[in-house]
């Protein structure tokens, strides 16, 4: 087992991610051995160590959708306008945003797979993704989308239909209002995708995926708890994100959606949820009872409009909470240390009150708490047997003025972002050196998916000229329903 050194000024290490150092962290076989004192000398540079970040929920998307036209708008629009999005590449598209969300912090990421790429079953299209995550150097938890109601709205499809001409209307059948798979095929897909990577490289983790309430009818979430509690496999799905998500519930599900995915098992130590935006307290303390644990994705909610998450809400109840970047961070650049900053700003309480989000809570659910809905065992913290995955941070830089002596913490919590980070390990592997990606090429990559949407591009001609009378009509739905 090869064994590494490394030597720092600081580091925040142990479950309560209290400040140490200057130490050394000996890693070797994977996992940190020991985290002991030692000497700095002047020549050495001076470097703070944390554990790298765990994105909770994430889609893997290839570049911005805001390179698509998708920018700033509701939900409700934004998500069927990434029909517009050609198909490409699907290793060089994971391995594109694998690469980015290192650059940012991340060594683990929960992978929604809600927009296959589909120009190979889906069995190939995992077995290149996880491929890429190996190259890159990431583990990966990887849900299977699954969805068998509302393809285009929370309702009737006609509302939209008859705003549209004919040959809109044609467009828009053929785009979204295709016949979905019955439930048993869905279900034997999770478990064809599991069986095709489970000689690949590197940690993924396959999991149910309900794309949310809302595209999922009763039939299909039942057979997803039957199954996950007989398999033992995690689920992964959005919920309660946008208001008219909960409007939609509510009238669904009058005695309260959370309560009947509480009746049907749903509900478990297994289950990961993402967003919760509009979540109720009484369903923050069933999810909290259940065990299952909340993804938070504070900038992708800002950008899309769904509002802020009661996180302090969450945390009162008991529930077990986790930071995701849902692959739009505040500068959809997949800044992971930024999301930190911001998520905890956003959820400190006020003023000199209690309670909130502190920066040991923030760590641990941006580091820690998320681990566990990718089907990793412990970590996120600097600990001796605990997996090696940790930022070396540039505390020169971060200590800009250098004119008194200032806990590195408060540097952490008020200017870090990505061009800080020196080094990352995963599982101890070197992965990242000065921002490179050491397993792939990240901007090849990133030119060769430019390439290839551009040629794409042309074939979407069609969508994109009847795009705004369709998302019109979408708008004009909802705001007559909200």
Known sequence: MDTTIITVEA????ADYSLTGPCEILVSGGLIKAIRPAAMTTQAPRLLAIPALADAHNHARPLSTTSFGCGNKPLETWLPQLAVMPSVDPYTAAAASFARSLRGGVTSIMVHLTRAIGLTPLTEEAREIA???HDVGVSIGFAIAMRDRNPLIYGDDAEILNRLDLSERDLVRQTWLRPLPPVSEQMALVDAVADAVSDMPGHIDVQYGPTGVQWCSGELLQAIARASKQTGRRIHMHL??????????????????????????LLSPRLTLAHCVWARPEELALIAGAGARIAVNASSNLHLYSGIAPVPDMLSAGVSVAMGLDGCALDEDDDALREMRLFHLLNHAAGF?????????????????GRAGLGLGPGGVLAAEL???ILLLDLAALDRDALMPVNPTDYLFARAGQ????????????VL?????????????ETSLRAAYRDGLPEKAPLVAAWPKIEAAIGSFYRGCC
Not at 11 to 14: K, M, P, T, V
Request: proline share 5%; glycine share 12%; net charge neutral.
């Open 433 to 445: 050196s000065n921002g490179t990606v050491l397993g792939v090429d990240l901007p090849a990559l």
């Open 11 to 14: 580091a925040l290490a142990g």
């Open 419 to 430: 061009a800080h980070i020196v080094e990352a390990y995963s599982r101890g592997r070197k």
């Open 387 to 389: 997996p090696a995955d």
């Open 353 to 369: 009150s209690d309670g909130g989000l502190t920066r040991q809570t923030a760590l641990h659910a941006a580091c820690a708490a």
């Open 131 to 133: 491929r890429a995550a």
């Open 240 to 265: 309660l994100e946008t208001k008219p998500q909960r409007v939609w519930a509510d009238g669904a599900y009058p005695y309260g959606i959370v309560s009947f995915l509480d009746q049907i098992g």
